[in-house]
């Protein structure tokens, strides 16, 4: 199991969740220290991979090093991304692409390194995280809506095509503000990383003749 972007809140309650369930999870981020801290909480399940996910050639390298390290995958998680607030007006081009590279080409190149591994076995999970960007760009969200737009648009393209050959693409829409694991009334008004990550888990064991593509997880004070 791979997850790619794996930070202190949600990309670490992923792998600690599917972890476990008794899975070796590859965590794949820049930052070689702070992934290293992340894998000390199990590390007999928790892999450490320094990758830059923008960059094909570390991402290919980096799922041939988990398949050699903890075998064929069975699931795998695009979880990074990235944003630089500002007004479309005062936008930075480099910003603009930027937060683009991390947020959609990344997806795309952990989506098609996966599937290329998975597809020759006719089975495995590709699960994408987005967020209420995903649906709707909102003022001075240029920069997160965009990348987000396209992320969505690869799941798409990508679970009508390989559905058939026995993979499952979904994507995960956070519509919401990400708290901590924490379940006292003054803070369950946002979403709690674990249970983001049991939504993660539940989808990748989805009987196949009731798959979904999207799933959408808001918090129970949202009026709907």
Sequence with gaps: MLVAGVGPGLGIAVAARFAREGYRVAMLARNRERLAALAAQDPDRLVPIAC???NPAQVDAAFDDCERTIG??????????AY???SILDIQADDF????RVGAFAGFLVGQAAARRMV???SGTILFTG????LRGGANFANLA???FALRAVAQSMARELGPRGIHVAHVIIDGQIGADDTTPALDSR???EAIAQAYVDLHRQERSAWSQEMDLRPWVEKF
Aim: proline share 9%; glycine share 10%.
């Design 84 to 86: 630089r607030r500002g």
């Design 72 to 81: 064929p995958l069975a699931c795998a998680v695009f979880n990074a991304g």
């Design 146 to 148: 965009s990348p987000k």
């Design 52 to 54: 830059d996910v923008t």
């Design 97 to 100: 692409e930027y937060c683009w």
């Design 191 to 193: 979403l709690r990383p």
């Design 131 to 134: 967020a209420t960007a995903s």
């Design 120 to 122: 020759t076995r006719g």
